[in-house]
């Protein structure tokens, strides 16, 4: 008897039934239950639920589609359970790997860009380069060929500090790590005295008991503002005299060189350096002065720090600057006093 009605609802047009629901139920077949319920709670869906010519369902009101899949079979009410895929294993290489592949074969320092490779392929340092004749890994001619492609990884790649292993733990981009190693606070500091082939390196502690022993007699008076006194400045040649000063809980270094300069006339160079680092000598000024006779010749700036050296201040005049004839102006018997005023800012 059901599959008689079914049929009849398929051909015909039962009284009491629209067209739209006879396609419904036909279409129904294989879920008897949902029809069923459609329509013993709601009848027909009428107009709301089909367009007219065109043949297409809109879903039905909220209530009767919460109910009705409820009722839906297991297999067409649920989906199927979803499996997890299993993750990958991490092939991404750590930055570090990726560093140590610029090491250099001599120096062990990294191959920044511009680099150049060998005719196998070989890297070396630019440092390295400028010594070596042959590749140092085939033997082969070092040849000019530029390797674009390493050159842009590098870009990519953050480098640890050459002064690592003093305890920076900064890593920087090939861009950036020369100035950063230049100022670097672990950077070994040299020897500051002047005029003497000094080789000693160490630690900024280790500068003042290096000095104080090494390089006797160096006096270091205390106090804010110090005469330095520099004597037999017609010694003829280069002569450097030096003297330290203590204040604020730093030391300071007072240092005036004569030189010949291009054209063979003698200068004088006066210059305050501090035993400490570049960014503690950022919180100091000094004051370099001559008096004489009705005169006064006056220089003042931001101290160096030992770790930027005075040569390159001398080099470019960035210091208190005089020749002989002014030097005589504020000389007596030989002797020249500078008087040298620290501030704290």
């Not at 009284?15 to 036909?26: I, L, M």
């Not at 990958?88 to 750590?94: F, V």
């Not at 720090?305 to 000389?331: H, N």
Request: hydrophobic content about 35%.
């Amino acid at each position: 008897s059901e599959r008689r009605r079914l049929r009849a609802t398929a051909g015909g047009k039962p009284s009491g039934h629209c067209r739209t629901c006879s396609r419904t139920a036909a279409a129904a077949q294989g879920v008897p239950s949902v029809l069923a319920k459609a329509r013993g709670e709601g009848g027909c869906w009428g107009p709301s639920a089909f367009e007219p010519g065109r043949g297409e369902a809109h879903s039905p009101p909220k209530e009767m589609s919460r109910r009705t899949a409820g009722e839906l079979p297991a297999g067409l009410s649920q989906r199927p359970p979803s499996h997890s895929v299993p993750a990958l294993p991490d092939t991404t290489a750590s930055n570090s790997d990726l560093a140590s592949v610029f090491e250099c074969a001599v120096c062990l320092d990294y191959v920044l860009p511009p680099i150049l490779q060998c005719q196998l392929g070989h890297l070396v340092c630019s440092n390295c380069r400028q010594k070596l004749t042959s590749c140092p890994t085939c033997w082969g001619p070092l040849g000019s060929i530029r390797n674009l492609a390493m050159e842009k990884v590098a870009s990519s790649v953050l480098f640890p500090c050459k002064y690592a292993s003093s305890g920076c733990g900064i890593t920087l981009p090939p861009t950036e790590k020369a100035d950063h190693e230049e100022l670097c606070e672990f950077k070994p500091y040299s020897c500051p005295c002047p005029g003497v082939s000094c080789q000693w390196q160490g630690s900024l502690e280790a500068v003042m008991p290096h000095l104080m022993d090494q390089h006797k007699p160096l006096i270091a008076p205390q106090g804010e503002n110090i005469l330095f006194l520099a004597t037999d400045i017609n010694l003829p040649g280069a002569v450097d005299w030096v003297m330290m000063q203590s204040c604020f809980g730093f030391h300071f270094m007072v240092v005036l060189e004569k030189q010949e300069n291009h054209y063979g006339q003698e200068q004088f160079f006066a210059i305050l350096q501090l035993i400490g680092t570049p960014k503690q000598a950022e919180n100091f000024a000094y004051c370099l002065e001559l008096n004489g006779h009705r005169r006064r010749l006056t220089w003042e700036a931001t101290p160096l720090s030992i770790q930027e050296g005075i040569a390159t201040a001398i080099m470019k005049s960035d210091c208190l600057v005089f020749d002989t004839s002014i030097a005589q102006l504020f000389a007596e018997n030989g002797n020249l006093g500078i008087n040298v005023t620290i501030t704290k800012c």
